[in-house]
């Protein structure tokens, strides 16, 4: 079983910067690609930004320039540096994971953790 642990959320006001960390746990599994979503109440989850096993990214065209995603492997991490955060950007940011263990491929999501942009 893998489990992924999101952090880094919170307030800040417009045009400031927050980091979203998330890492993943469990045994004997290798991901494959990571996915930053995000989602406002009564609106669909979109996906905000991806990087692959490779590094390959790639991002929504409202986060370009402004989000940038990496990877450490050896950490079994994901990040999301958000710079010149708008209020548009406030909404519940989950990260998603697919990959596969010994046993079986996963497609599994972190909890979600609230940004929240003033302006």
């Known amino acids: 079983q893998v489990q992924l642990a999101e952090s880094g959320g919170g307030s800040v006001q417009a045009g400031g910067s927050l980091t979203l960390s998330c890492a993943a746990s469990?045994?004997?599994?290798?991901?494959?690609?990571w996915t930053w979503y995000r989602q406002v109440p009564g609106n669909e989850r979109e996906s905000v930004a991806a990087?692959?096993?490779?590094?390959?990214?790639n991002y929504a065209d409202s986060v370009k320039g402004r989000f940038t995603i990496s990877r450490d492997n050896a950490k079994n991490s994901v990040y999301l540096q958000m710079d010149s955060l708008k209020p548009e950007d406030t909404a519940v940011y989950y990260c998603?994971?697919?990959?596969?263990?010994?046993?079986?491929?996963?497609?599994?999501w972190g909890q979600g953790t609230q940004v929240t942009v003033s302006s």
């Open positions: 990087i692959t096993s490779i590094g390959t990214t």
């Open positions: 469990g045994s004997r599994f290798t991901v494959n690609s």
């Open positions: 998603n994971a697919r990959g596969y263990t010994d046993r079986a491929p996963f497609n599994n």
